[in-house]
């Protein structure tokens, strides 16, 4: 019988919290399965469009979660303009 190694949990058991953020940093990193889009800087001159996954940005954020998921849900077809925030700042905020 082979023993199970004790770093690697199994199919059923949770992953480490390290493995989930290493997850979530790939995510923002690519536009992979994103589904909104923000513009972001109009008002600088230069826009910059980040793809985003509004179920990351609801859990973190009742007002994102209204925005989203509320009574009267965004339906993000177009990417929601955020002109007065520096693309930068915007970014960093995201990471």
Do not use: W
Not at 1 to 24: H, Y
Not at 66 to 86: A, H, N, V
């Amino acid at each position: 019988m082979v023993s199970p190694n004790p770093s690697s949990p199994g199919p059923d058991q949770p992953r480490p919290v390290s493995g989930i953020v290493s997850c979530i940093k790939k995510t923002f990193a690519s536009a992979d399965m994103s589904d909104v889009e923000f513009a972001v800087g109009r008002q600088f001159g230069s826009v910059k469009i980040f793809p985003a996954h509004r179920y990351i940005f609801s859990v973190r954020s009742t007002v994102f979660y209204t925005m989203f998921y509320g009574s009267l849900p965004e339906k993000c077809d177009e990417p929601i303009d955020i002109p007065d925030f520096i693309p930068a700042a915007f970014g960093n905020m995201l990471r």
